[in-house]
């Protein structure tokens, strides 16, 4: 009997993300439809089969999905084949199952999109969006005085 893997998912206005967990998988088989169909299916560390199918919200470009094969993860970059953002993952209104998720790190609104469009671009890494930027050292720092000097000693 085979098994799901946790699915983490995010989108922009033209790609969908899907985070497969699922450490030292082997025999990783994705395959993308341009009706909008998307399997997976792998080999888990004990032997175990992990597969899993969906049918997306809208219609994708096959020569456009790429497949990053990490130690803990498997990470799919789908391109939709019409820009826009899809009001969910699936095509079914129904609840997904619960082993698909939302990727909270990967996360990005529509409104945020341009800001991070430099961020997103990398597909080849888990580079998550939404962070703020790095900020000097002493922002945030309270000044402490030197209670040695104010001593008088």
């Not at 820009?83 to 945020?112: F, H, M, Q, T």
């Not at 309270?142 to 209670?147: E, I, M, Q």
Request: hydrophobic residues 30%; contains cysteine.
């Amino acid at each position: 009997m085979s098994r799901h893997p946790e699915v983490l998912w995010a989108q922009r206005s033209d790609k969908v993300y899907l985070t497969i967990s699922l450490p030292d998988a082997k025999d990783i088989s994705v395959k993308c439809e341009p009706q909008g169909f998307f399997s997976f299916s792998a080999m888990g560390v004990q032997g175990e089969s992990f597969d899993f199918s969906l049918e997306l919200f809208g219609k994708i470009v096959p020569e456009g999905c790429k497949t990053n094969v990490g130690l803990r993860n498997i990470i799919c970059s789908i391109m939709k084949e019409e820009k826009g953002w899809w009001k969910r993952l699936l095509k079914s209104e129904e609840k997904p199952a619960p082993y698909i998720k939302v990727d909270w790190n990967k996360w990005c609104d529509e409104d945020d999109e341009e800001q991070n469009s430099d961020l997103a671009s990398d597909d080849d890494d888990d580079t998550y969006v939404g962070r703020e930027d790095e900020s000097s050292d002493d922002e945030g720092l309270l000044y402490l005085p030197d209670l040695e000097k104010a001593r008088g000693d």
